[in-house]
């Protein structure tokens, strides 16, 4: 299971971002993970354009078919979640909403397996801190949970 949030922005058809209002209508996403040489793209990705521009072509960005989703992926993302929806929360707040969506399918590319084992670290992640912030992942440690 995987989920995120998010408000606000006014959609063509509700108070909510298109992102969250194409899910609601075709109960599918995708998510996709962000390198760091994916970060402009991501960026540029979260203007407030209008319902019938495709983001894809204004970050180019190619899309890949998905397998078990109608929806398109991102191409050169390192990994994608092939998600159909589960739920849908009303946060407080003023149209702020949490998507949960069942991970159905997974695309790692080939390019970050070594040994069978995903290398993250070799892409560079990145992760939002909130706000505006942002950072690479560029470490990681492993802990063994107690019995």
Same mark, same amino acid.
């Given at each position: ?20 209002? =194409? ?5 599918? /996403? ?7 040489? @994916? *970060? ?20 180019? @960005? ?18 994608? *979640?092939?998600?159909? @929806? /589960? ?25 970050? *397996?070594?040994?069978?084992?995903? =290398?993250? *670290? ?18 990681? /440690?492993? @802990?063994?949970?107690?019995?």
């Amino acid at each position: 299971m995987v989920m995120f949030s998010t408000n606000g922005k006014k959609s063509d058809q509700k108070n909510i971002k298109d992102s969250a209002a =194409n899910i609601i209508e075709t109960e599918e /996403f995708v998510v996709s993970m962000v390198s760091k040489a @994916l *970060l402009k793209s991501m960026n540029t990705s979260s203007g407030n354009y209008s319902k019938n521009v495709d983001e894809f072509e204004i970050c180019d @960005l190619q899309k890949a078919n998905c397998n078990l989703v109608s929806v398109p992926r991102i191409s050169k993302s390192p990994a994608s *979640l092939e998600c159909k @929806l /589960f739920q849908v929360l009303k946060l407080p707040g003023k149209d702020n909403n949490m998507i949960i969506g069942e991970v159905v399918g997974i695309h790692l590319s080939d390019y970050f *397996l070594k040994n069978g084992i995903f =290398n993250i *670290l070799d892409f560079m992640p990145i992760a939002r801190l909130g706000y505006k912030d942002y950072t690479t992942i560029s470490k990681k /440690f492993t @802990l063994e949970r107690p019995d």
